[in-house]
């Protein structure tokens, strides 16, 4: 794992707040190595709409329950929210997400193109070491999808997709399963970029083979 990069849940309560919480180190760094403060991001995990209120609500809501009115109020629902897990969780997320953004700035394009080549070198390495499961390649996938917008997203795609057919050990095309193209092919869709993915799929080679 990387001890830079960061995994960030981000979930839709019924009180109608959207909650960024971190979660966990990423698996999966497509920058590997760098410094803290060098180019690298946060892949956020999507959860499915919550039923229940963020913590804040549901604070605010036993303060009202309560009857407090006023500073007694305000100082309560601070108090409570400020020991509460969620509070810990939006802060870490907070901290790691500005991070991110700001090792991002003022990167020359000399060294985009070596971010590029070397995402590229991360894929092959991580899909042929890393990444036994469907799960891991689709979290690799859903990595890869998600990085900021001066990488070459389309090419780590393509190098993804074509890769991800191939046994890198043995030399040979190995395919996938019908199931396990449907999920990574539906988590391409979702970001737009299911022809990319498909075509590469299709590859017989590797396209840095072709």
Same mark, same amino acid.
């Given at each position: ?17 959207? #909650? ?32 229940? /209120? ?59 193109? $070596? ?6 070198? $991360? ?10 499961? #469907? ?6 996938? =859903? ?13 780590? #795609? ?14 040979? /095309?190995?395919?996938?399963?019908? =199931? ?31």
């Amino acid at each position: 794992m990387c001890p830079t990069c960061a995994v960030v849940s981000q979930t839709n309560h019924s009180c109608g707040h959207q #909650v960024r919480r971190y979660m966990c180190k990423a698996k999966f760094c497509l920058f590997f190595p760098h410094e803290a403060d060098e180019f690298h991001m946060v892949t956020y995990v999507y959860k499915a709409d919550s039923k229940y /209120w963020c913590e804040y609500c549901e604070i605010k809501g036993d303060a009202n329950d309560s009857g407090l009115r006023g500073a007694e109020k305000h100082d309560f629902i601070k108090t409570e929210y400020d020991r509460s897990g969620e509070a810990r969780q939006v802060q870490n997320a907070n901290e790691v997400i500005a991070a991110a953004d700001n090792s991002q700035n003022g990167v020359d394009a000399a060294k985009i193109a $070596e971010l590029n080549k070397t995402a590229l070198s $991360e894929i092959k390495w991580y899909l042929k070491n890393r990444c036994s499961s #469907v799960n891991d390649k689709a979290l690799l996938l =859903k990595t890869i999808l998600q990085v900021p917008q001066s990488i070459d997203r389309k090419a780590l #795609v393509e190098c993804f997709g074509s890769y991800v057919v191939y046994d890198q050990k043995q030399n040979i /095309w190995k395919g996938l399963s019908s =199931k396990d193209r449907g999920i990574l092919t539906s988590i391409a869709r979702r970001a737009g970029m299911f022809k990319t993915l498909d075509i590469a799929l299709k590859m017989q080679k590797p396209v840095d083979m072709q």
